[in-house]
């Protein structure tokens, strides 16, 4: 691969994907089998590698999906957002603004909740000796 089209394939990531990585607590979808991340906590939990999505973008394609994970606590994820072009009709008006969705995700688990919560009480008790 020469330069150009290195730089090529670059605009096309950059114009139609959005790779983004962090980490983040899972928690589990009430009364189901799936997993989601709380809205409080996404505006933190990531950030952008490439592409143009913007945070809204972003925070709404997080918040809305649901994850198939393990179980529940704090992972450290890699994500590819696309951006589906809009779509119009006979007369050139917009029927569809186009969206960003999750074409790809990956979820590697740091630690559990308990173990968190066993690392922070042994600290404690570390702390006061």
């Not at 688990?109 to 600290?123: A, I, M, V, W």
């Amino acid at each position: 691969m020469n330069y150009d089209e290195l730089i090529q394939n670059v605009y096309e990531i950059h114009d139609r994907y959005t790779i983004i990585g962090g980490y983040v607590d899972i928690h589990k979808t009430y009364n189901s089998d799936l997993f989601h991340m709380k809205s409080e906590e996404v505006p933190n939990c990531y950030w952008i590698l490439i592409g143009k999505a913007s945070n809204e973008d972003i925070e709404e394609c997080l918040i809305e999906a649901e994850y198939k994970v393990e179980k529940e606590g704090c992972y450290k994820f890699e994500m590819v957002l696309k951006f589906e072009s809009p779509e119009y009709g006979d007369y050139g008006a917009i029927i569809d603004r186009g969206y960003w969705y999750i074409e790809y995700s990956k979820f590697d688990l740091d630690h559990t909740f308990e173990q968190r919560e066993r690392e922070s009480k042994l600290c404690d008790l570390l702390l006061d000796l």
